[in-house]
T-cell receptor
Framework: GQSLEQPSEVTAVEGAIVQINCTYQ??????LSWYQQHDGGAPTFLSY????GLEETGRFSSFLSRSDSYGYLLLQELQMKDSASYFC????????????FGIGTKLQVIP | DAGVTQSPTHLIKTRGQQVTLRCSPK?????VSWYQQALGQGPQFIFQ???????QRGNFPDRFSGHQFPNYSSELNVNALLLGDSALYLC????????????????FGPGTRLTVL
């Protein structure tokens, strides 16, 4: 089966950097995505890694190591609006988008 | 450009009833996926529709069924509702397959909050 593990909660200070880790055990792994979800809102896509290495998009970066079945999301220059839940999700390689989400990491940014 | 829309926003049903949820994908998208998100959990994949056919299914019983129409909109039907079906139901649309440049990105609608009493 597919499973992804990530910390349930993280607290960080405004302006700081935070890293949210994700380890996965999946068959037919194709790539790792990250989504942000504010309370009461819909998940929104942040990034996707199919290959090993770092992908940078503004203040957010995502890293993947396929050999270690591990990835992380890095948020820099934290802002209060970054308080949300962050999900890692794997894209199954069935050729189709059967996405399995982790349980989510609730990030609280404090002043 | 309208994003993914879902209706209704909220719904209250009683055990044993049936419910139909609706989704219109983002313009230009022809693939629709449905997810169930319980409180405090990540979205759980129910199934995906492409070209009016179910092409992937998660671990959900047959009480969960769906349909995709020629205009790519989709419905999720749940029969014989149980208390445990109470959740946020999310619809996501995307481009079809690895041949598409951004197929890995799914666009989610605001969801339908279903409460089963």
């Amino acid at each position: 089966g597919q499973s992804l593990e990530q910390p349930s909660e993280v607290t960080a200070v405004e302006g700081a950097i935070v890293q949210i880790n994700c380890t996965y055990q999946t068959s037919g792994f194709y790539g790792l995505s990250w989504y942000q979800q504010h309370d009461g809102g819909a998940p929104t896509f942040l990034s996707y890694n199919a290959l090993d290495g770092l992908e940078e998009t503004g203040r957010f970066s995502s890293f993947l190591s396929r050999s270690d079945s591990y990835g992380y999301l890095l948020l820099q220059e934290l802002q209060m609006k970054d308080s949300a839940s962050y999900f890692c999700a794997d894209l199954n390689s069935g050729g189709y988008q059967k996405v399995t989400f982790g349980i989510g990491t609730k990030l609280q940014v404090i002043p | 450009d309208a994003g993914v829309t879902q209706s209704p926003t909220h719904l209250i049903k009683t055990r044993g009833q049936q419910v139909t949820l609706r989704c219109s994908p983002k313009s230009g998208h022809d693939t629709v996926s449905w997810y169930q998100q319980a409180l405090g959990q990540g979205p759980q994949f129910i199934f995906q529709y492409y070209e009016e056919e179910e092409r992937q299914r998660g671990n959900f019983p047959d009480r969960f069924s769906g349909h995709q129409f020629p205009n790519y909109s989709s419905e999720l039907n749940v029969n014989a509702l149980l208390l445990g079906d109470s959740a946020l139901y999310l619809c996501a649309s995307s481009l079809p397959g690895p041949g598409s440049s951004s197929y890995n990105e799914q666009f989610f609608g605001p969801g339908t909050r279903l409460t089963v009493l």
